[in-house]
């Protein structure tokens, strides 16, 4: 049972990187055009006008989207619903590459967090917002818009107060940036009912990937590191 539970773990990020991937190519403009519908509500309102309560903004593309499309995204998000943990993270192994091995503990993992909560908005999820689809779990309806919410809490809850680090159980720069994209991804939709706390989590981690810059323009996998490394750059980037 054990070794089954540990394949389960070690194929949840490559799980998510696959929904994500369905959602943003798979369901294109999605996201984009519910942005769009909220700009226009708040530009009416500022006019003295009555939005819209549905529809994309003018110009966005009408798409088709095929059915099996479709079905691969939604099983896709009620998998990782059904899989988020009590405190609003989700479980992975956390640690780092040694030689030719990947040392870890299975424990919540807030890089992986970050990349199921884009993958909801990225299917036009909002955090605490409307009715964009639910599961059924422990016999509860749960909505993806709650699902999202939680996973905002946690990530935000993870973000240090001392310099901004977004972290838990050990886990690196890696970890940060994703979740750090997801804090700016909710806080452009302008979504969450306290878009003060999120902008402040996130002004903190950005001054933490700043401030973790070193003297070669690149990151490492700790903040401070002397050396560089191509792929945590691209991620802070």
Known sequence: ???????LVDSLFLRVALVLIVCW???????????????????????????????ARPGTPTLT???????????????????????????????????????????PHVGVTGLVGIAFLAHGVFPGQGSAGFVMKNGRKISYCDVLEKALEYVMSRVSAANGFISANGSRM???????????????????????????????AIRLIVNAQ??????????GAQDSDMSITVCQV
């Open 25 to 55: 190519l798979g369901v294109p403009g999605r996201h984009l055009a519910a942005q769009g519908v909220k700009a226009e509500a708040k530009q009416g309102a500022k006019q003295g006008a009555k939005p819209e309560a549905k529809g």
């Open 214 to 223: 070193n003297a070669e323009g690149g990151w490492r996998y700790r903040p």
């Open 65 to 107: 989207i095929p059915a099996s499309t479709a079905r691969a995204v939604e099983k896709g998000l009620s998998y990782l619903a059904m899989h988020q943990n009590p405190d609003g993270s989700w479980t992975d192994r956390v640690g780092r590459k040694v030689h030719m091995t990947y040392r870890g503990t299975v424990a």
């Open 1 to 7: 049972m054990k070794e089954a539970g540990n394949k």
């Open 174 to 204: 890696y970890s940060h940036a994703f979740a750090t994209l997801f804090l700016a991804e909710v806080y452009g939709t302008g979504s969450y009912r306290d878009a003060e706390k999120v902008r402040r989590s996130l002004k903190n």
